[in-house]
């Protein structure tokens, strides 16, 4: 499990989040805009349990395998999506919400926004927001974002008028009862019980209550109140009876969970709940994740050899073994174990990551090359593939390519001075015209564009 730090006021991904993200929270929200860092947590065995959890959901929305889960490493509890194809989670949802329901009720949720055209209309609603409000609040926190002041935010969003306040809520609670019923018809739909969302509404009841300051983000972004509490119970009354017990998605769950609060939590806190776990797998893989944060390798690895012998074909124990190894700077049976890994799991992008980064380590970067790109074909956006790439390019003399794999990575960080830096570079190193000089030349394009702005 790896934590990829982005900076909240220079990544272009974290400036797609507070335009639309923070938008939808509008006059909510900006108190708590500080600029500061953001981790994305990245981690097969996870991504893989809630890919399985969302499956059915995302099927019955008619989204299909069209839409990723990922994780940020923030306790507050929260949940979004900030275009059609990512809903981002919280680690503090998953260690709030204690049944795989609950947690698939969001889902659900967020997922109903998506299929429902919410994002299109909100960034369409920026307009109506601006014409009635002149500088408001959405413009006020984009400005944020590209400037990197959170005072920005707080001295331009005196200028939004009441009248834009209310048209954009008044749309966002129409978003959010229609989301609340197709939320729960979609886990009616997939077999799941829907009084998870009527019990996660429960996690949030008397939040409106709070100052804003202590509210919970999930309860801004997704105002509740009385009456769409009522509503959401007779949505599930009407589906009562449709649902069926879930042992495969309870296990998937309590290991993600598992997961999550042994990374996040002190490993003292988690091997005094260790035993707490129903599968014993799952309990022995928390207390390695645990041994290994107190540098106790040799405990860790002893937990984690025993979680496979449970599971033998598991290749995600193999991925938390690869990881364990490789942080012990036990690099040949790192590679081992990445390998096994690997083998059980030859499309997962994280996966074959850690194998190209084990190899680099014992001085084999045309193999690692081979898998790394690979992983970088499946998942463009993890700069550490893209770290590695850059290194074992280099290693092996292609200074082009390594140039355009350093170029992307900062591209993607938001850096695009730095990046049209390597990115000129690389075209002037790479064949004319070939697939990889038209990348160097797109992050020149991009990064001219951002400069005349």
């Not at 794999?405 to 993607?412: D, K, P």
Request: with cysteine; hydrophobic share 45%; proline share 4%.
């Amino acid at each position: 499990m790896r934590f990829h730090r982005e900076k909240t006021a220079s990544s272009i991904h974290a400036f797609r989040l507070l335009a639309a993200c923070l938008v939808a929270c509008l006059a909510f929200v900006w108190t708590s805009l500080p600029a500061r860092a953001a981790s994305l947590v990245r981690d097969a065995d996870i991504e893989h349990a809630l890919s399985r959890m969302a499956a059915p959901l995302l099927t019955a929305s008619g989204l299909g395998g069209n839409v990723r889960i990922l994780l940020i490493n923030d306790r507050s509890l929260n949940a979004f999506v900030i275009d059609s194809q990512h809903i981002f989670i919280h680690t503090g949802m998953i260690s709030k919400m204690d049944t795989p329901e609950k947690l698939q009720a969001v889902i659900a949720h967020e997922a109903a926004h998506i299929a429902n055209g919410h994002i299109a209309r909100r960034m369409a609603n920026i307009d109506s927001a601006r014409s009635l409000a002149g500088l408001g609040m959405a413009l006020a926190l984009v400005a944020a974002a590209a400037s990197g002041r959170g005072d920005v935010a707080g001295g331009l969003a005196l200028g939004v008028q009441s009248a834009a306040e209310r048209q954009f809520l008044a749309h966002s609670r129409a978003e959010e009862a229609s989301a609340d019923q197709s939320g729960v018809r979609y886990m009616a739909a997939a077999g799941i019980d829907p009084l998870g969302a009527v019990q996660v509404h429960e996690v949030f009841a008397g939040q409106e209550l709070l100052t804003v300051s202590r509210q919970d983000p999930y309860t801004r972004s997704h105002p509740l109140t009385r009456d769409r509490m009522r509503a959401m119970q007779r949505f599930v009354s009407a589906y009562s009876g449709k649902s069926a017990p879930q042992p495969e998605m309870e296990y998937w769950y309590e290991r993600a969970r598992g997961k999550v609060t042994a990374f996040t939590n002190p490993p003292n806190w988690t091997l005094k709940r260790a035993a707490e776990s129903k599968a014993d797998d799952v309990r022995l893989m928390r207390e390695a994740v645990a041994y290994h944060r107190l540098s106790d390798r040799t405990t860790a690895l002893n937990r984690i050899d025993r979680a496979i012998a449970q599971r033998p074909n598991d290749a995600y124990y193999y991925d938390l073994k690869g990881q364990i190894l490789l942080e012990g700077r036990q690099f040949n049976d790192a590679v081992k174990a990445y390998s096994r890994a690997a083998e059980l799991a030859p499309g997962n992008p994280l996966i074959l990551g850690g194998l190209g980064r084990a190899l680099l380590t014992v001085n084999r970067p045309k193999e690692a090359l081979k898998h790394l790109e690979k992983a970088r074909q499946r998942d463009f956006r993890d700069p550490r593939i893209l770290r590695d790439l850059g290194s074992a390019y280099a290693q092996v003399g292609n200074n082009g390519m390594a140039s355009l794999s350093t170029a992307e990575r900062y591209a993607l960080q938001g850096r695009l001075k730095d990046a049209a830096i390597h990115a000129k570079r690389a075209s002037g190193l790479l064949p004319r015209g070939s697939g990889p000089w038209r990348r160097a030349e797109d992050i020149i394009v991009a990064a001219k564009r951002a400069a005349q702005k």
